[in-house]
């Protein structure tokens, strides 16, 4: 195994409140509380980062349209996508809202900086703008006028505007790619991003007049920030930069986020970082779309569905299973219902659910003394489920833990234990439980609540990475009912 790192800080995209949250934001979320707590199972200090992105015209116009008051409108909202993650299981260590005080404050404490080290001057600014994406488009990116990704008619906007020396970082940030070849990932969103920069940058405008929804600029009071500039500054303030824990945990080992944000977190965010001094993130890991029948799941597209109905109907583990064995994280990867029954009846019912109970109903049984020598673990590649997680491989990981499950379920087959009896028997259950315990550790990432209830069924305590391996049987048998439930 890779040896143990000391600390391990991971954050996701914040979710822009103008809309309720979808199975496209859980997607992201999942995976990455995934590897927040494949982390922790190593033995590394964690800090999980996930939020709200509440500022900015977008939000303000949702309001407007549902005739809310705008802090009642981003409060509601914020709370639903907290309560969502927490249906969903998520361990995130802090759940930002860029309109907390201590952000507000940061950021303004940040931009002070980088105006102090004169990479802010004041200009006017004429552009096409497209309101969902919150997004400047230039005529190569959008010649129709028309936004690539909302597919709506873009808005010229023309105002007096403070503009960042995002130019000045062309060269450095080139440079920073080249020795930081792991920065961008995966590798085809890299080629992308630089031949971008190699086309030359212009600055950016940073700052907003029109309107009055945001953090409000330090140098000037008739201009708020731009909604991006102050997004990209949670990944810090959420540390409370430059003190407190933003000395432990930053710089972030992984910053993940939708593949249409890749520009905002590989090219403006490490400029911003350049500007004030920081050290750059370790990786931005920009993952594909959900789509259902091939389009984007989105809420301007109106093809949403809902996580909370989801984990409802089916169980958060179930959704939570389907979603990383289903779709390699760097791919798009189209939603569906059937496929996630077809998950839940073939994997956890058959081979998970149906292991357990088997196990469980033997041993109950069984009045002997459970004891003898591994005959599984040459099934299990600890290294392999590893290597997978260090690669964002969730899709295969899950599938490294399944084979030993199978291999598990065979050995049962082989053995048949039905027909033995005292010390040899002893000896096969001693390996199913053990095999199980296991099991229950490695699917933690994945299902912690199906973990959890492994746990009380075998009378045993939650355990980490270095307790797989087979050891002496401590557990009391509890049987209780069926893990999951076949679908009709």
Not at 312 to 318: G, M, Q, V
Not at 451 to 466: D, F, M
Request: hydrophobic content about 40%.
């Amino acid at each position: 195994m890779s040896s143990f790192k000391k600390k391990f800080y991971i954050t996701t995209a914040i979710d822009y409140v103008n809309a309720k949250p979808h199975i496209g934001h859980a997607w992201e979320k999942i995976v990455a509380d995934a590897l927040a707590r494949w982390h922790r199972l190593k033995g590394d200090d964690v800090f999980f980062l996930t939020g709200t992105d509440e500022h900015g015209q977008k939000v303000l116009r949702a309001a407007e349209e549902n005739g809310i008051e705008i802090k009642k409108f981003v409060d509601g909202l914020a709370k639903e996508f907290k309560n969502s993650w927490q249906k969903l299981d998520i361990s995130f260590d802090r759940f930002i809202r860029t309109t907390d005080p201590d952000h507000e404050k940061i950021v303004q404490e940040f931009i002070k900086k980088i105006f102090e080290n004169g990479d802010i001057y004041k200009g006017e600014y004429e552009g096409y703008y497209c309101v969902p994406c919150e997004t400047f488009y230039t005529e190569t990116e959008a010649p129709d006028k028309i936004c690539p990704v909302h597919k709506k008619p873009l808005e010229l906007l023309k105002e007096e505007s403070y503009f960042f020396r995002l130019s000045k970082y062309q060269d450095k940030l080139l440079d920073f790619y080249k020795k930081n070849p792991e920065f961008i990932s995966p590798i085809h969103r890299r080629d992308e991003i630089i031949n971008r920069v190699k086309e030359g940058l212009k600055d950016l405008s940073i700052t907003r007049k029109a309107i009055k929804w945001g953090v409000p600029f330090p140098v000037d009071k008739d201009f708020v920030l731009y909604v991006w500039v102050d997004a990209l500054l949670n990944y810090i303030t959420a540390l409370g930069w430059p003190k407190g824990k933003f000395k432990k945990y930053w710089p972030a080992d992984l910053q993940i986020v939708g593949k249409e944000i890749n520009w905002f977190h590989t090219v403006i965010w490490p400029a911003m970082l350049f500007s004030v001094g920081v050290e750059q993130p370790k990786k931005v890991f920009a993952h594909g779309w959900l789509t259902l029948e091939g389009q984007k799941i989105s809420k301007s597209l109106g093809n949403i569905i809902d996580p909370i109905y989801l984990a409802e109907k089916y169980s958060a583990d179930a959704v939570r299973y389907y979603i990383i064995r289903q779709i390699p994280f760097g791919e798009d990867g189209d939603f569906s219902e059937k496929a996630l029954v077809e998950r839940i009846n073939g994997e956890l019912v058959a081979d998970l659910g149906n292991l357990v109970y088997r196990v469980l109903t033997l041993v109950e049984k069984f009045k002997g003394k459970i004891e003898g020598k591994d005959e599984l673990s040459q099934n299990l590649n600890l290294e392999k489920i590893d290597e997978y997680f260090e690669k964002l491989e969730l899709h295969n990981a899950v599938g490294e833990i399944w084979n030993f499950i199978r291999a598990t379920n065979k050995y049962i087959n082989e053995k048949e234990p039905w027909k033995l009896k005292g010390k040899e028997l002893g000896n096969v259950l001693y390996n199913l439980l053990e095999a199980v315990r296991i099991i229950s550790i490695l699917i933690t990432p994945f299902m912690p609540e199906s973990s959890e209830r492994i746990n009380e069924q075998l009378g045993v305590k939650a355990g980490s990475i270095k307790d797989c391996k087979f050891k002496e049987w401590k557990g009391k048998i509890k049987k209780g009912k069926y893990l999951f439930q076949k679908i009709e």
